[in-house]
């Protein structure tokens, strides 16, 4: 509710990620949208895909990540594709989407582990994210 009664140019961001941000804490503030545990997940995705500027990698974070949906693949993620780089696995990502269907209804937490061999190969390259 206080980010909501923010005007959006006080974020230091370019004007349409301000838009975005207040529209997106506005629908909060007031209800209209909700980010807990008892939301429906597929409800959620809808309502943030309305809202201009959120796209399918966001919504589909905010699945993973708020709503603790355990079947969410980001095949157009760069870790993700790091990742199945590095375990051999397709990284165009409508090959990868195929092949994650086999980690149904666990794809999150594959999703995870892809993320950390990525983190792993920066390390092992003395680089970070």
Same mark, same amino acid.
């Given at each position: 509710?206080?980010?909501?009664?923010?005007?959006?140019?006080?974020?230091?961001?370019?004007?349409?990620?301000?838009?975005?941000?207040?529209?997106?804490?506005?629908?909060?503030?007031?209800?209209? +949208?909700?980010?807990?545990?008892?939301?429906?997940?597929?409800?959620?995705?809808?309502?943030?895909?309305?809202?201009?500027?959120?796209?399918?990698?966001?919504?589909?974070?905010?699945?993973?990540?708020? +709503?603790?949906?355990?079947?969410?693949?980001?095949?157009?993620?760069?870790?993700?594709?790091?990742?199945?780089?590095?375990?051999?696995?397709?990284?165009?990502?409508?090959?990868?989407?195929?092949?994650?269907?086999?980690?149904?209804?666990?794809?999150?937490?594959?999703?995870?582990?892809?993320?950390?061999?990525?983190?792993?190969?920066?390390?092992?390259?003395?680089?970070?994210?």
């Amino acid at each position: 509710a206080a980010l909501a009664a923010v005007d959006p140019a006080e974020f230091r961001l370019p004007e349409r990620r301000q838009n975005t941000l207040h529209e997106l804490v506005t629908r909060l503030a007031d209800g209209r +949208l909700r980010l807990d545990p008892g939301a429906h997940r597929d409800e959620v995705e809808r309502q943030l895909l309305q809202i201009s500027g959120i796209g399918p990698w966001t919504a589909g974070y905010v699945r993973m990540r708020a +709503l603790s949906d355990p079947d969410v693949f980001l095949e157009n993620d760069l870790g993700v594709q790091n990742g199945l780089k590095r375990a051999g696995l397709p990284v165009d990502p409508s090959a990868a989407a195929a092949a994650a269907q086999a980690w149904r209804p666990w794809r999150s937490y594959a999703q995870m582990h892809l993320w950390a061999l990525t983190a792993h190969n920066h390390e092992e390259e003395g680089t970070t994210r």
